[in-house]
């Protein structure tokens, strides 16, 4: 998937934000982080940029991006919570959430 500069922003963020959800960082997680990083071409530094995006202006961007990439997304956080064997209740929140938002 081709996101443009803002929305690979966009989605960095909320991938970031998925991660530190349970407070804790689990090698499922990092070994599935990397894989995006190559897969997307970001590094940690673009990451730690994106994390400092506001939360609205996160969801302005994610909220105009095509069905398409929406669903990437979604796909992509899902992976993300299950990538250390288990769903922590705010992953699953988190998630919803985020189907809701971009609904």
Do not use: C, P, R
Request: charged residues 35%.
């Amino acid at each position: 998937m081709n996101f443009n500069k803002s929305e690979k922003m966009a989605v960095v963020k909320a991938l970031a934000e998925t991660i530190v959800l349970d407070d804790q960082y689990k090698v499922g997680e990092l070994m599935y982080l990397d894989e995006l990083m190559q897969t997307l071409d970001f590094d940690v530094q673009y990451m730690e940029k994106a994390k400092q995006l506001s939360s609205e202006k996160t969801v302005e961007v994610l909220k105009k991006m095509t069905k398409e990439k929406k669903e990437a997304l979604i796909i992509m956080i899902d992976k993300m919570t299950e990538s250390d064997g288990t769903v922590h209740w705010k992953e699953k929140e988190f998630l919803l959430n985020l189907i809701s938002i971009l609904g």
